[in-house]
């Protein structure tokens, strides 16, 4: 049925509108003799699908991108589509007819933001015009056939009033914070994937001064800190076709030194460019901000001095008290079973002892899941002090 329908689409010079096509697809439904197998039940369903596959470039998945409940949709072969919606991850009722089918859906995403994908190279990792983040990879390396991955992000800018209102975060805790941003306190957040990171990085960000200069430094653009008014954003770039033209994280941390930051954001580490981000935080750039994949505070520490000897060869010790110098809070999220993302940990990076870290726990989770406040004070006090919040924390 989808063939002859677009074979008829072909032969009109100027492209039908949507009612008319959908009057043809249920013209041609009814003149084949194969409706008569079909459970009545099923003819809506059977119509709507050919309709969604011809009416626009994004076919099935058209309904999924235009739901503004449906956060992530993921795409696991050609027969299996779940999407994430309303903080639940749900199977959706639909399926390509053939790996080849989602396979040119991956190409078009890809072509959209002008990548290419193939056999010799399987894999896009890309960011829409939208804003939408897509991954999509090929059947020559996933064992369940093509699969496709699109994080959406809401058009709504997630603020921390928003984020009180969920339950992710105390109002208490949300006023120290900020303060803490306010004051020029280098911060990192970690946390698993899909635990907000990046919707937390962007509301705490909002806290800036607007007339502070901000370089913000991302692999594929997701910050949108409109309350900044003398910003610049930087986004990394694949090599080309040729293997060439490739701008990593590192290059565009060095290249931020000499713009003038008052503050550095850098999206998410992941890898040799923690060295970079280290450096730019132990060099005058108070109030920088970072994220990272860890599961624990103490854990994201441990995959920081990983990736910092990615690229150094220098002891553990001068590693740990680079990172120790650095770094002044820890913030760590979590995604429960539920889908509700929440903050669970806040602590003081108060200094290297030789040893270990020296960290000060200033929140903490109890055993209902409630954030409370400990009765640890905040160390370093000098610039807390220095912005009028001495009554804080």
Same mark, same amino acid.
């Given at each position: 049925m989808c063939s002859?329908?677009?074979?008829?689409?072909?032969?009109?010079?100027?492209?039908?509108?949507?009612?008319?096509?959908?009057?043809?697809?249920?013209?041609?439904?009814?003149?084949?003799?194969?409706?008569?197998?079909?459970?009545?039940?099923?003819?809506?369903?059977?119509?709507?699908?050919?309709?969604?596959?011809l009416s626009n470039k994004y076919g099935i998945l058209y309904g999924l991108l235009n739901d503004g409940d449906v956060n992530e949709i993921m795409v696991?072969?050609?027969?299996?589509?779940?999407?994430?919606? /309303?903080?639940?991850?749900?199977?959706?009722?639909?399926?390509?007819?053939?790996?080849e089918e989602?396979?040119?859906?991956?190409?078009?995403?890809?072509?959209?933001?002008?990548?290419?994908? /193939?056999?010799?190279?399987?894999?896009?990792?890309?960011r829409l015009p939208n804003g939408y983040r897509v991954n999509g990879v090929l059947k020559n390396?996933?064992?369940?056939?093509?699969?496709?991955?699109?994080?959406?992000f809401s058009e709504h800018d997630i603020d921390m009033?928003?984020?009180?209102?969920? @339950?992710?975060?105390?109002?208490?805790?949300?006023?120290?914070?900020?303060?803490?941003?306010?004051? @020029?306190? /280098?911060?990192?957040i970690s946390g698993g994937t899909s635990s907000g990171k990046t919707t937390f990085l962007n509301a705490l960000a909002a806290s800036i001064d607007p007339n502070e200069r901000a370089i913000i430094i991302e692999d594929s653009a997701e910050l949108r800190i409109n309350s900044l008014r003398n910003k610049v954003h930087m986004e990394c770039r694949m090599a080309n076709s040729m293997g060439k033209g490739a701008i990593s994280m590192e290059h565009l941390i060095r290249t931020s030194l000499r713009m003038r930051p008052d503050r550095i954001i850098v999206g998410e580490v992941r890898g040799r460019e923690v060295v970079d981000m280290i450096q730019?935080?132990?060099?005058?750039?108070?109030?920088?901000?970072?994220?990272?994949?860890?599961?624990?505070?103490?854990?994201?520490?441990?995959?920081?001095?990983?990736?910092?000897?990615?690229?150094?060869?220098?002891?553990v010790y001068s590693i740990k008290s680079q990172i120790a110098n650095?770094?002044?809070?820890?913030i760590h999220l979590r995604r429960d079973s539920d889908g509700l993302r929440k903050l669970v940990e806040v602590a003081e990076l108060a200094g290297f002892d030789g040893n270990d870290y020296v960290l000060n726990y200033l929140y903490t989770t109890d055993g209902t899941g409630r954030l409370k406040r400990t009765n640890n004070a905040l160390k370093d006090r000098s610039r807390l002090i220095r912005a009028g919040y001495e009554g804080r924390l």
């Open positions: 002859i329908a677009r074979k008829w689409l072909t032969e009109h010079e100027d492209r039908p509108g949507n009612e008319e096509l959908m009057r043809y697809l249920e013209d041609a439904f009814f003149d084949n003799t194969c409706f008569r197998k079909v459970e009545i039940s099923s003819i809506r369903t059977i119509i709507d699908s050919v309709y969604s596959r696991n072969g050609p027969y299996t589509i779940y999407a994430e919606k /309303n903080r639940r991850v749900i199977p959706i009722d639909d399926a390509f007819t053939s790996e989602l396979e040119e859906t991956i190409r078009m995403f890809a072509s959209d933001v002008h990548r290419e994908i /193939n056999e010799a190279n399987p894999i896009v990792d890309a390396v996933a064992l369940n056939g093509p699969i496709l991955t699109i994080r959406k009033n928003d984020l009180i209102s969920y @339950g992710s975060i105390s109002r208490e805790c949300a006023e120290d914070l900020c303060s803490l941003v306010k004051s @020029g306190y /280098n911060i990192f730019a935080m132990n060099t005058g750039h108070e109030g920088s901000m970072s994220t990272g994949h860890g599961n624990s505070i103490k854990g994201m520490l441990n995959r920081l001095e990983t990736m910092y000897m990615m690229d150094a060869q220098i002891p650095a770094i002044d809070i820890f």
